[in-house]
């Protein structure tokens, strides 16, 4: 399949880009500036409804890796329908997920300030994906979420949060990308979020 990629150069855009080629995908970069990420890069606004979607016509699906806090949900809903581009799968975090009937991390007691403004912006996407008529998944990751390595395995969740046996909740880069490109060759959460954890 060809998929953009908003976010190749980051740390888990780096991931996906390794684990899409792995598979023989065809992935093209998009960015505000030129990036080495070695793969062709489309220079386009993510918050450029026009220049977007020029950038990504023609894929079969775009995936987002971006920090939610720079990117605007509306615009890029907007452009990947301007552009006839089937399928939207996006990178969100954990402070979405449920840690109790009602509550979210994102409103649990001591959540770090510093983290909210990210976390707050992507509640703000995720509800927007909600209210479209696009066709996206959206991927929350565990609550330690880091680089490490590819197991090739993980649990599927859906809005609570997963925790092991000995109470935490950890998943790697790697084992994300995996997981990502799974629900992009074999659909399995449409127009849903769904969470993946060790």
């Given amino acids: 399949m060809k998929v953009a990629l908003i976010g190749a150069s980051g740390k888990v855009g780096q991931r996906l880009v390794a684990e899409l080629t792995g598979r023989a995908h065809e992935v093209t970069g998009v960015a ?35 920090r939610f806090v720079s990117m605007d949900a509306a615009t890029i809903l907007g452009a990947v329908a301007d552009a006839g581009v ?17 509550l979210q991390l994102v409103d649990a007691p001591g959540m770090p300030a510093e983290f909210l403004p990210e976390v707050r912006a992507g509640k703000a996407f995720l509800e927007a994906l909600q209210a479209s008529d696009a066709e996206w998944s959206f991927l929350s990751p565990a609550a330690q979420f880091a680089p490490g390595e590819r197991t090739g395995t993980y649990r599927l969740g859906g809005d609570d ?12 880069y790697e084992d994300l990308a995996k997981a990502l490109v799974d629900e992009l060759e074999v659909r399995r959460h449409s127009r849903q979020r769904f969470s993946i954890a060790y």
């Fill in 86 to 102: 089937p399928r939207l799968l996006v990178v969100g975090g954990a402070g979405t997920l449920f840690i109790a009937p009602g």
């Fill in 161 to 172: 949060l997963m925790r092991d046996d000995a109470g935490n909740s950890r998943i790697s």
């Fill in 32 to 66: 505000r500036q030129p990036a080495e990420t070695g793969v062709p890069m489309m220079v386009a606004d993510a918050n450029d409804r026009t220049a977007l979607a020029a950038a990504i016509r023609g894929n079969d699906a775009l995936m987002v890796a971006g």
